[in-house]
């Protein structure tokens, strides 16, 4: 991000809103930055590696915990 990092945003982004769920990315998803990253508001950091695998699953989890269960429409 050319202005700002993940963290930074993630806090603007919750002052603002502080009913959305910040998922990050990172290709430095270490303990340091995790927990930066969720003192900022954010959900959980994932890396960028994993997050085709992870991200789907970490979404719905997020939902649940904030909105209750999820219903399904189909």
């Known amino acids: ?28 998803a270490g303990s340091h930055n995790q927990e930066a990253f969720q003192q900022a508001g954010g959900w959980t950091l994932l890396t960028k590696e994993g997050a085709v695998e992870e991200l789907y699953g970490t979404i719905h989890v997020a939902l649940r915990s904030t909105t209750g269960p999820l219903q399904d429409k189909s």
């Open 1 to 28: 991000m050319p202005k700002m990092n993940g963290i930074e945003a993630t806090k603007r982004i919750k002052m603002s809103h502080h009913h959305v769920v910040v998922i990050g990315l990172s290709v430095n």
